[in-house]
T-cell receptor, first 108, second 120 residues
């Protein structure tokens, strides 16, 4: 079993829709990361969180440490949000352990 | 956030040649750099962890003599793929963290833009 499970794997939405991507993990963590990977491959760190909720623009990330679950929400989605969203948790060496990603496609 | 650059962004080489990929932290001192590899439609997998001034720690299954990592300064780490083969074709991405950027006991990581290697 993977340590980090994401759902859904693929998601297609219409512009303006509210989007939720889920992440479950199986080990204790100090922090969880949400990353965005664009088609060219570059990765941008969206959030690092260890409890509660963080908001940045139209993006909201929540985490429930007891349930080992995190969600990434996108409000008023836009085609430019189309990317792969990756959940990652910290490994023992400070490295990250990645989920397989959720490919989001937002149609105009 | 802090900026990490990688060079080159894309490289095509012949089988048997060596390729060097540079990862630089532009505006902070990176005490630790991580090298990841991503095959198509796969998640990123850690190859090795390098701390400035010491030997890299390689993940199981990653050949240290094939993937040479040097982290000689606080702003530069290099990954050299020696005697490259077509199966080494992949997307290589580095990330960097530094103690000056720690927001908690967990160091935030900043990613380079990646290098796409194609071995013919």
């Amino acid at each position: 079993k993977n340590e980090v499970e994401q759902s859904p794997q693929n998601l297609t939405a219409q512009e303006g829709e509210f989007i939720t991507i889920n992440c479950s993990y199986s080990v204790g963590i100090s922090a969880l990361h949400w990353l965005q990977q664009h088609p060219g491959g570059g990765i941008v760190s969206l959030f690092m969180l260890s409890s509660g909720k963080k908001k940045h623009g139209r993006l909201i990330a929540t985490i429930n440490i007891q349930e080992k679950h995190s969600s990434l929400h996108i409000t008023a989605s836009h085609p430019r949000d189309s990317a792969v969203y990756i959940c990652a948790i910290g490994g023992s060496q400070g490295n990250l352990i990645f989920g397989k990603g959720t490919k989001l496609s937002v149609k105009p | 956030g802090a900026v990490v650059s990688q060079h080159p962004s894309r490289v095509i080489c012949k089988s048997g040649t060596s390729v060097k990929i540079e990862c630089r932290s532009l505006d902070f001192q990176a005490t630790t750099m991580f090298w990841y590899r991503q095959f198509p439609k796969q998640s990123l997998m850690l190859m090795a962890t390098s701390n400035e001034g010491s030997k890299a720690t390689y993940e199981q299954g990653v050949e240290k003599d094939k993937f040479l990592i040097n982290h000689a300064s606080l702003t530069l780490s290099t990954l050299t793929v020696t005697s490259a083969h077509p199966e080494d074709s992949s997307f290589y991405i580095c990330s960097a963290s530094g103690i000056t950027l720690a927001l908690s006991s967990y160091n935030e990581q900043f990613f380079g833009p990646g290098t796409r290697l194609t071995v013919l």
